[in-house]
């Protein structure tokens, strides 16, 4: 949630931040703004609406030349998104200037204690109390930017990303973080910093991991890193291996298509290197002993969104595979509920960004009543995966579009990878059923990219329903997840009344809902699971019965269904638990194609933002 950037070099600055904003829009895009330090002073603009509205302002009275600069794309938290309150904000003199992401949560108390102190505050935003801390206490500090903001930190309750510039230092940016994404990109005689690595990969691959409670003060030649106390930090560096040509939309119309069609590499990608030379999974990277995972006797897994979705699938997969209960928990509930938690309880938190605050604090505290937790996760160095006992990286590639499609396919692949791996440890599962599962994960690539080639239906269906107002998507078992992410991603980009239920359970209610013409997507699973199969089939007949217009998707082959759906959409045949891999494309596509036939901007819902981190 809203996206920061700093530079500090020889290229001109505001070129840099906004290029870097263009690739974190995503992030938020209420409203943008940037300041640039020229020697002796501070120059900002900052509009509502979109980074557009700003990129015209500044082509029509463009700011001084300069070689500092920073950057704001917000996602509002107080105050609406207006010009007033879009970032930088500035102090009473005009010479600092204030980028903020996360909530400042003792900002009443602060902006109190400021009015008193005669400062005038324009805003209705928490971030402008920290311009105006900053500004009481730069004198004290010498003008040292990087010391004046460590004393206002240590003031400031809640999570933040803070940076600042002030018009008596000119070539340095100042950073904190508490709570809420860093990272430095080191440069050679200039260095960037962001709220993620896509808004410097263009110019450098080589990164520093900025951890909580440290304050960054970046200059041309230097970056040097303390704790808010002003103890040197020692942050550890990390090279990029994203292709800085992954995060540009290559032709397409939208990221989201782009990233739909990138499924077939990212699974491949996330498989490789997973099996030894004996034919035996290993999760090297994954951390955690022997002894560790055959101790394990629950498994809780804690996510947000489509990443929740995920985890439901892993639950049947886990428990089919390792016979240990798995429990899966929206993260932003986790921790309220009291949960039993024990040092012989696995955690696992999925989160494509690695920052989603609730995904965050509810992995904060599983470690702290000391269980396991391991992330899986597609950002590398993010906070979730650094502050996990253990991590599997999924490898989606840059996800930009705010509607998650490729990460979606990964995590899956990942968590079927645990569980499998568990099996193998713990001996639950023969290890000839591991190898053949393993060799249809290998397949998956390929039975993907055949889906993505039969899609031209699937967007003809869109463009016919583009009016209606209701969809419904009905699964069972691993069907049922399939359809909670099918209604999320048309409610969130193509605004429309969707939801995801259990089959069986509509007859317990929802069936109320079917009325003459709805369109209702069936996930019918493989027909190898007979009762599962017909128990669908049934359920398809129930909602046609009543009006419905269905939508089903099916083994290609499966003739028992073509009599009772009005579209078949046939899927590769997969064995059960594999089955959302091919299933969920068909409904990413219709999304997408709905959202644009209804006009609406597909990588930018309104009201979203892609790494949510606030609570
Ligand atoms: C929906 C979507 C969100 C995210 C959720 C968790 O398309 O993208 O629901 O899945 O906000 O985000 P991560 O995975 O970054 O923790």
Redesign the pocket.
């Known amino acids: 949630m809203c996206g920061i950037v700093g530079y500090v070099g020889d290229r001109s600055g505001l070129d840099i931040v906004v290029a870097g904003l263009r690739r974190l829009e995503y992030r938020g895009y209420d409203s943008a703004g940037v300041a640039v330090v020229s020697p002796g002073s501070l120059l900002t603009d900052k509009r509502a609406g979109k980074l557009a509205n700003l990129e015209k302002a500044l082509a029509d009275s463009p700011l001084a030349t300069s070689g500092t600069a920073i950057g704001h794309t917000r996602w509002a938290t107080h105050g609406a998104p207006t010009d007033r309150n879009a970032h930088p904000h500035t102090d009473c003199t005009g010479r600092v200037a204030v980028i903020h992401n996360g909530i400042i949560e003792n900002f009443a108390a602060l902006r109190a204690e400021l009015s008193e102190h005669g400062h005038v505050l324009v805003s209705d935003t928490d971030t402008e109390v920290v311009a105006h801390l900053l500004e009481q206490v730069m004198p004290e500090t010498g003008d040292d930017l990087a010391e004046a903001l460590r004393r206002v930190c240590r003031r400031l309750e809640g999570a933040f990303t803070l940076v600042a510039v002030h018009a008596a230092a000119a070539d340095v940016v100042v950073a904190a973080r508490r709570n809420s994404p860093l990272v430095v990109g080191l440069g050679v005689g200039e260095n960037f910093l962001a709220s993620d690595v896509s808004a410097f990969l263009a110019y450098t691959r080589e990164a520093l991991e900025v951890a909580d409670g440290q304050v960054v003060e970046l200059r041309r030649d230097r970056v040097t890193v303390t704790d808010f106390d002003g103890a040197p930090a020692h942050p550890r560096g990390y090279h990029i291996d994203w292709d800085a040509a992954a995060a540009e939309k290559d032709g397409y119309d939208y990221f989201m298509l782009k990233e739909i069609a990138e499924q077939p590499k990212a699974v491949a990608d996330t498989l490789i290197g997973r099996i030894d030379a004996q034919g035996r999974l290993t999760l090297d990277e994954m951390r955690l002993s022997v002894e560790e995972l055959r101790a394990i006797d629950k498994i809780i897994i804690v996510?947000?969104?489509?990443?929740?979705h995920a985890g439901l699938v892993a639950k049947y997969a886990i428990e089919h595979w390792t016979r240990i209960p798995c429990e899966v928990e929206l993260a932003s509930e986790f921790r309220y509920r009291d949960p039993v938690l024990t040092r012989d309880t696995l955690v696992i938190a999925?989160?494509?960004?690695?920052?989603?605050m609730d995904?965050l604090m509810a992995m904060r505290y599983a470690r702290e009543q000391r269980s396991l937790v391991l992330a899986i996760c597609?950002t590398n160095g993010a906070t979730?995966p650094r502050e996990s006992d253990a991590v599997l990286y999924t490898h989606a590639g840059p996800e930009v579009a705010?509607?998650?499609?490729k990460?979606?396919l990964t995590?899956l692949v990942a968590c079927y990878l645990v569980a499998l791996y568990l099996g193998q440890v713990r001996g639950s599962t023969w290890s000839e059923e591991i190898a053949s599962v393993i060799a249809e994960l290998a397949d998956m690539p390929d039975k993907v990219d055949r889906v993505l080639d039969t899609m031209a239906p699937v967007r003809e269906l869109a463009r016919e329903l583009r009016e209606c107002t209701s969809v419904l998507f009905l699964g069972r078992h691993v069907g049922y997840p399939v359809a909670l992410e099918g209604a999320?991603?048309l409610k969130?980009i193509a605004y429309m009344h969707a939801e995801g239920f259990a089959s069986g359970e509509l007859k317990h209610g929802p069936i109320a809902l079917v009325e003459q013409g709805l369109p209702v997507f069936v996930v019918v699973p493989p027909r190898g699971r007979g009762v599962l199969h017909d128990k669908v089939v049934s359920n398809i007949q129930e909602v046609r019965a009543r009006g419905a217009r269905t939508i089903v998707l099916a083994e290609a082959g499966d003739e028992s269904v073509a009599p009772y759906a009005d579209v078949l959409i046939p899927l590769p045949p997969t064995p059960t638990l594999l089955q959302p891999l091919v299933a969920t494309i068909p409904l990413q596509v219709f999304a997408c194609e709905m959202a644009s036939q209804r006009g609406f901007d597909v990588d930018q819902p309104r009201n979203l933002a892609?790494?949510?981190t606030v609570e």
Do not use: D, R
């Open positions: 996510a947000a969104g489509t990443a929740y999925i989160s494509q960004s690695g920052e989603t995904t597609n979730i705010v509607a998650s499609t990460a979606f995590q999320l991603k969130e892609k790494s949510v």
